[in-house]
């Protein structure tokens, strides 16, 4: 069975009957399902998971895009959330039955259509962007729709597809392939925020830390409780056992202990199977060996 | 979906035509996946594993009964193991989808239905049966088939279905319902086995250890290693985890360490994502939030 995730993000997040028009475009894609989409007012933005081959989840983009674009003009749209574009970014992520190489190959095709279809400028970015300036999707982005037209005007800015200038009123967007993200929190038995800041400090990849990982320190408020809060943007390469020892070790420093660690939405069953491999010492452990698996066969 | 996995052993380990016939009964039921199927000419027996709804193993077990009472006969059967009926022993074990209870009423069905069928005496076993000397297969089972008439003769041996004298050719047969065993070895950083039985016999359940545990030490010649090797018999009531911590803290005492584990065939994933739930301290986790399970709704 061959599953990619994917997960637009919309710059609409306010006219009900819009959404619920996208959210229909994508469901009506034979072999598609439409997981879960949810809106958020203030960022004015809409997000849309849904799952399918490859053929079903380049069909449900496409749909997006058409839709989106007769609906969203950036020049009156405002939000806190920063975006470029009225399809502001879209990843592929493979869940099953794909390679990462397949995903980037698919972004790649998405892109070269969308360009074509809409004469829409396209950026490729992550794990589908061989240029370095075009990895972090936050790079990209910077100036926002605003600023785009400026951005686009330096030669290391032209667009992967498409047109040199951006679209009138959709902009550009950011199409790509990354690996499933991990929101991954640790609560300390403290409440002492600046121990879970130093904790973030050491542990995220831009101070230093480990190369998948992003994270911050924060309080709970209403529980009196540090928390180290993050994102793990690769839990093959940066497993979350080792994020885990890190933090407790970090921890140990400040003469404070791990309470509880919780994760966040949704997690592949092989970030935690690597976890249970690492601690129960297992040797030899084959997916294979998973009663599910096997009864998937 | 429903999943119960049956694992019928029947007593024939060495006439491929009649094993390749009794896989054929079980293949030929829509719905029953035969996942796998081995015999042992020494021990001249076999076992089926399939899965599929109860209405489905119901008909593949009831399938395999007529077709091993046609081609077994006890009175001249020899090998290794222990047995007492042509088809010895039938377990049904909930996967997904379906409680011990459930299973423990089919099985109670099959029971009755074997026994009308067949004028055979059927024993439930494990979680099928309230007669706690009916809870171990090894004390249904001792006497095997030639002294299973004189067991019968007393009162405390009558059957739970059927006639009260073995059948003349296909003795009787053991039904039941119980957990997915999953089995677990520990290799130990020694050559000393003492270790190994010291700590075998420190955890099982027949000598003062966990509940749901079977342990004996042994000598991996090969690699100079101590092994405990373990029938972990019930995985949510005493958990791999809990085992692993256990034969490392006794290991301790006799200032060795755990060099490896090793799950032996299959496993169900929630053994081992409860053990990552215990060590990274996960709290508030639901199944719900595996990808592959919101995948499956």
Chains 1, 2 share one sequence.
Not at 19 to 45: F, K, Q, T
Not at 125 to 154: Q, T
Request: glycine share 6%; proline share 5%.
């Amino acid at each position: 069975m061959q599953i990619i995730e994917c997960i637009p993000n919309v710059s609409e997040g306010r006219r009900a009957d819009v959404i619920e028009r996208l959210a229909a475009a994508v469901r009506a894609v034979a072999g598609v399902r439409l997981l879960d989409y949810s809106s958020d007012p203030s960022h004015n933005r809409s997000v849309f998971t849904f799952v399918g081959d490859a053929a079903g989840v380049k069909a449900a983009t496409l749909a997006l895009f058409e839709h989106a674009l007769a609906a969203v003009d950036l020049r009156t749209h405002r939000g806190e959330h920063p975006r470029l574009g009225a399809v502001d970014v879209v990843p592929f992520v493979p869940i099953e039955g794909q390679t990462m190489q397949e995903c980037v190959a698919l972004a790649r095709e998405v892109g070269a259509e969308v360009a074509a279809r809409f004469n829409l400028p396209v950026f490729l970015y992550e794990e589908a962007s061989d240029n370095p300036l075009r990895k972090n999707l936050e790079d990209i982005r910077r100036g926002e729709f605003e600023g785009l037209a400026a951005k686009m005007a330096a030669a290391e800015w032209a667009p992967d597809f498409g047109p040199a200038v951006p679209h009138p009123s959709a902009g550009a967007t950011v199409i790509g392939a990354r690996m499933p993200l991990i929101a991954y929190n640790i609560n300390l038995n403290t409440d002492r925020v600046d121990v879970a800041k130093k904790i973030a400090a050491a542990i995220r990849h831009s101070s230093g830390g480990l190369r998948y990982v992003k994270a911050a320190g924060f309080m709970l408020e209403d529980r009196r409780l540090a928390q180290v809060s993050m994102n793990l943007t690769n839990y093959q390469k940066t497993p979350i056992f080792r994020v885990f020892e890190m933090v407790k070790r970090e921890a140990e420093r400040y003469g404070v202990s791990i309470l509880e660690s919780e994760i966040v939405g949704l997690v592949p069953s092989a970030a935690l199977l690597s976890a249970a491999e690492y601690y129960l010492q297992i040797e030899g452990f084959s997916a294979q060996q998973i009663l599910e698996n096997k009864l998937k066969e």
